[in-house]
């Protein structure tokens, strides 16, 4: 006897004799296949309605999201008059109606000359854990947002969506994640380094030039998680070493020295040079850079949070260090993620923080950097600093006109 399978209103199978079937049992084979081929093409996850590329920086994001487009707009083989960009920056619950509004407008907009359309939806803000991304009637919109999308027709339209940071919690990523052709740009915590590496080596890379060995890793240190700067100093260090001493027939190499003589430590500071000095035991270096900020009109307090912000971090590696978790290496503090696996639990709710007061927060090579920098100090003199340091902040306010005396004396104490 032949059977064929028939659909059970919520989604099970059942067999059923037929007659037809009972004559012919090659027929119940073909039918079988052919119900069986419709399930399986009809659980087949559709073509993605659109795009959408996030990540928790904007600049990224949208190099990122131009690139797309302009592959998107040459796939589609359309003109100028059937592309479109709508800015998604809102600073308010109002200001986010209108650029979905203006997006629901421009994709449901028939081409006057029919054809496909390409529409960007280009730096969305209100998916961030913020005030406006939190309102009630911003959740309602996106809302509205997903179901407008959950409609487009991929024939007809091309569509793009950026947005940058974004809070992926929430449940209009999560679809957007499983909806749509989905791109995650960047990262976060040890992960926005990495991506930092990857964006300025591609820098250097379509400028024609390369880094040598830790220049890029010192590189990312000094500039933070400022991608702009970032950028920007990697077209500076390019023009900078591609000089006559360019070998002939090869790129011209950033050269780690190239960083350090160049490029400013944002992410410490502007008085990276006091506590370099500092650090290095350099007593007549450390006297001069003080003079040089002080004689600028700069102020005693960030010099000092500048070095204990250091210091903080050499006690934790000097204690790393004595007890055998850690140690120092040619590409920085080896052990560190190590030694994090067993202590980070410790920060409680900082250990995702990046803060000198955590030293797994930071990046093992520039906290190497760092420690091999000079001679490392015991850990009973880099407790010893750190209680001088106290004692010069409570000096300042009793002697607010002398902060210059204040910090030349400090140094004479610890370095000598």
């Not at 039918?31 to 600049?59: K, N, Q, W």
């Not at 796939?75 to 998604?88: K, N, P």
């Not at 947005?163 to 915590?189: H, M, Q």
């Amino acid at each position: 006897m032949g059977y064929i399978f028939c659909a059970r209103p919520r989604g099970g199978l059942k067999l059923r004799a037929t007659a037809d079937v009972r004559r012919n049992p090659a027929k119940a084979r073909l039918i079988l296949v052919r119900e069986t081929a419709t399930r399986i093409v009809g659980s087949m996850p559709a073509v993605p309605r659109f795009t959408f590329i996030c990540g928790p920086d904007d600049f990224l994001v949208g190099r990122a999201g131009q690139e797309r487009f302009a592959a998107l707009v040459q796939a589609a083989g359309v003109d100028e008059f059937s592309r479109e960009i709508v800015s998604g920056f809102a600073a308010n619950v109002s200001e986010v109606e209108a650029s979905i509004n203006r997006f629901r407008e421009t994709v449901q907009t028939v081409p006057m000359f029919g054809g496909r359309r390409v529409v960007w939806l280009k730096d969305v803000n209100f998916l961030a854990d913020s005030v406006t991304g939190r309102a009630e009637g911003t959740l309602k919109l996106v809302e509205d947002l997903q179901a407008l999308l959950a409609t487009v027709n991929p024939d007809d339209v091309t569509a793009l969506v950026t947005a940058a940071p974004v809070d992926r919690r929430r449940t209009f990523p999560k679809w957007c994640e499983k909806n749509s052709d989905f791109a995650l740009v960047g990262g976060e915590g040890e992960g926005a380094s990495e991506a930092l590496v990857g964006v300025a080596l591609a820098e250097a890379k379509a400028l024609g030039v390369r880094f040598a060995p830790g220049a890029v890793d010192l590189l990312v240190a000094r500039t933070g998680l400022n991608t702009r700067l970032l950028v920007e100093e990697v077209r500076k260090l390019a023009a900078y070493a591609d000089g006559p001493a360019t070998p002939p027939g090869g790129g011209a190499i950033i050269e780690e020295a190239h960083v350090a003589e160049l490029t400013p430590n944002v992410a410490e500071g502007d008085f990276f040079e006091t506590a370099e000095a500092f650090f290095g035991g350099d007593l007549r270096w450390t006297l001069a850079a003080l003079h040089r900020h002080f004689f600028s009109g700069g102020d005693a307090r960030p010099v000092i949070t500048a070095l204990q912000n250091r210091n903080r971090i050499l006690i934790q590696v000097r204690a790393l260090i004595d007890s055998g978790e850690a140690r120092l290496g040619p590409r920085g503090l080896d052990g560190l993620p190590r030694a994090a696996a067993a202590y980070a639990g410790r920060f409680g709710e900082a250990a995702g923080e990046k803060s000198s007061f955590n030293v797994f927060s930071q990046n093992a090579w520039y906290v190497g950097k760092l420690a091999g920098g000079g001679q490392l100090p015991t850990l009973r003199q880099l407790i010893d600093n750190q209680l001088e340091f106290i004692a010069a902040f409570e000096e300042i306010v009793r002697r607010p006109d002398e902060q210059e005396d204040v910090l030349r004396d400090l140094a004479v104490r610890c370095l000598t």
